[in-house]
């Protein structure tokens, strides 16, 4: 019943009309992160870049770390990233407070042989679907490739090729019935983008990332290049209070997270005394989170198992750390639908503006107990925020999230949220322009515990 009975449910949400300066300027910087991060490789670096910018040193995984009390660190590995804070007075038995989140978004990732030909004389890339994207969402939108290759000396490049390919709808005149059949695409026949006119020895879809890397074509060895679209992201709507971005899943949970790390860790900040902070974004949530960066992997254990070394912790301490340990899991969940209301559980109903939602699940598709939901609320309150809860509706199935997977894994306890959005797994989903700005507070106030 704590849920249900959070003291931050005092606090009102504000009025569109009156969003806050601070607000705005958190959503332009929220558009700017997903500007600047197509690919969840290109994510992970920017927030590494970010946080070096703000004092992080960077540590390599392959190297011996130098990890003492005031230091403040970020470490990357593949398209995941973690960076941490520890207080001036950390020892062996200092907790850890987490905020975790995920760096990939659903969409397309580019085959082998990725260069092929369409009927018609056009260009086209070979793509197959990565995670569970909203198929028609794609369609007609100016996309860019986006991700690593690696060369055969075993050096990694960052990759994007702005606007350069599209998945075109089939005409109404050619397809009579979509109006009234519904669209239903093929995931292979449909969903191959062109890039270009002309004859087929000419095209080249491996060249065009080679050229934005400097690097000669031949001497690609490999790729992880997703499909990304280009479209920045914007506020419009009554009062410019509604936000519209590709990727908001779950770049705005990253987004906030690191925001709150990098405050609430800021050389005077009162913050954060109390505990080692830290942001975690992991890549491959969309397909299940099994992988050597993803939540189900061993990134995390090693990075929190190599500080507390460096701490000088033995492993009864380590027990004990863990066991006060905090884990904040956040990523995007649904707002109310108005014309899908039906959806939704009948007495819960997260609005968009409402501010974050706290997530339950009966069957354990998210982490939150009883004893987060009670640290949760607090945080929230402490921060000036309203908070509201996510239910399923008992007849649909539940999504989940890299909570319970990092919980089990790690044993910390760990609580889910996010923050309510329209239209997930679109290439553009929507937002309210205050509920990112929210959430970044009541991390803070988290990672101020
Ligand atoms: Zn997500």
Same mark, same amino acid.
């Given at each position: 019943m704590t849920a249900q009975t959070s003291p931050a449910r005092s606090v009102d949400p504000i009025q569109p009309s009156v969003v806050p300066d601070a607000a705005r300027a958190h959503v332009?910087?929220? @558009?700017?992160?997903?500007?600047?991060?197509?690919?969840?490789?290109?994510?992970?670096?920017?927030?590494?870049?970010?946080?070096?910018?703000?004092?992080?040193?960077?540590?390599?995984?392959?190297?011996?770390?130098a990890v003492a009390p005031g230091g403040r660190h970020v470490v990357v590995r593949d398209g995941s990233v973690i960076a941490f804070a520890l207080p001036d007075a950390a020892g062996p038995t200092t907790a850890f407070t987490i905020v975790g989140a995920h760096t990939d978004s659903t969409g397309f990732k580019l085959k082998p042989k990725p260069t092929t030909h369409g009927a018609g004389g056009w260009w086209q890339a070979g793509v197959e679907v990565y995670g569970g994207p909203l198929l028609n969402s794609w369609l007609d939108r100016e996309l860019e490739l986006a991700g690593r290759i690696v060369t055969? %000396?075993?050096?990694?490049?960052?990759?994007?090729?702005?606007?350069?390919?599209?998945?075109? $709808?089939?005409?109404?005149?050619?397809?009579?019935?979509?109006?009234?059949?519904?669209?239903?695409? %093929?995931?292979?026949?449909?969903?191959?983008?062109?890039?270009?006119?002309?004859?087929?020895?000419?095209? %080249?879809?491996?060249?065009?990332?080679?050229?934005?890397?400097?690097?000669?074509?031949?001497? !690609?060895?490999?790729?992880?290049?997703?499909?990304? %679209?280009? $479209?920045?992201?914007?506020?419009?709507?009554? =009062? $410019?209070?509604? #936000?519209?971005?590709?990727?908001?899943?779950?770049?705005?949970?990253?987004?906030? @997270?690191?925001?709150?790390?990098?405050?609430?860790?800021?050389? @005077?900040?009162?913050?954060?005394? =109390?505990? !080692?902070?830290?942001?975690?974004? #992991?890549?491959?949530?969309?397909? @299940?989170?099994?992988?050597?960066?993803?939540?189900?992997?061993?990134?995390?254990?090693?990075?929190l198992t190599r500080i507390s070394a460096a701490l000088g912790a033995t492993a009864d301490e380590r027990a004990r750390v863990f066991a006060r340990s905090l884990h904040v899991s956040s990523d995007v969940g649904h707002a109310v639908h108005?014309?899908?209301?039906?959806?939704?559980?009948?007495?819960?109903?997260?609005?968009?503006?409402?501010?974050?939602?706290?997530?339950?699940?009966a069957n354990q598709r998210y982490a939150t107990d009883a004893h987060g939901a009670a640290t949760w609320s607090v945080a929230c309150a402490t921060a000036g925020v309203p908070t509201q809860e996510f239910v399923s509706n008992n007849a649909l199935p539940c999504g989940s999230t890299i909570g319970p997977i990092s919980a089990t894994r790690l044993g910390i306890r760990t609580v889910d949220v996010g923050v309510p959005i329209l239209s997930m797994h679109s290439a553009r989903e929507l937002t309210a322009v205050v509920d990112p700005w929210y959430l970044a507070r009541a991390m803070e106030s988290v990672f101020a515990r």
């Open positions: 332009a910087d929220l @558009g700017a992160l997903v500007a600047a991060s197509p690919s969840s490789y290109h994510a992970a670096e920017e927030v590494a870049r970010r946080a070096e910018a703000a004092g992080f040193t960077r540590l390599a995984e392959d190297a011996a770390w055969h %000396d075993g050096t990694e490049h960052l990759v994007r090729t702005g606007p350069m390919l599209r998945i075109p $709808q089939l005409a109404i005149h050619l397809d009579r019935g979509v109006n009234d059949n519904g669209l239903t695409l %093929d995931k292979q026949r449909h969903t191959q983008p062109v890039w270009g006119l002309g004859d087929a020895e000419s095209a %080249d879809v491996l060249a065009a990332l080679a050229a934005d890397a400097g690097v000669d074509p031949a001497t !690609i060895g490999g790729y992880d290049v997703v499909l990304a %679209d280009t $479209q920045p992201a914007r506020a419009f709507g009554a =009062g $410019q209070a509604l #936000f519209a971005s590709a990727r908001l899943d779950n770049l705005l949970s990253t987004h906030a @997270g690191l925001t709150a790390l990098l405050r609430a860790s800021s050389p @005077g900040s009162t913050n954060g005394a =109390g505990s !080692i902070q830290v942001f975690a974004g #992991f890549d491959h949530e969309e397909i @299940g989170s099994a992988s050597r960066s993803g939540a189900a992997g061993p990134f995390l254990e090693e990075v108005p014309n899908y209301a039906e959806r939704h559980d009948p007495a819960n109903h997260p609005v968009a503006g409402g501010g974050p939602i706290l997530k339950i699940n």
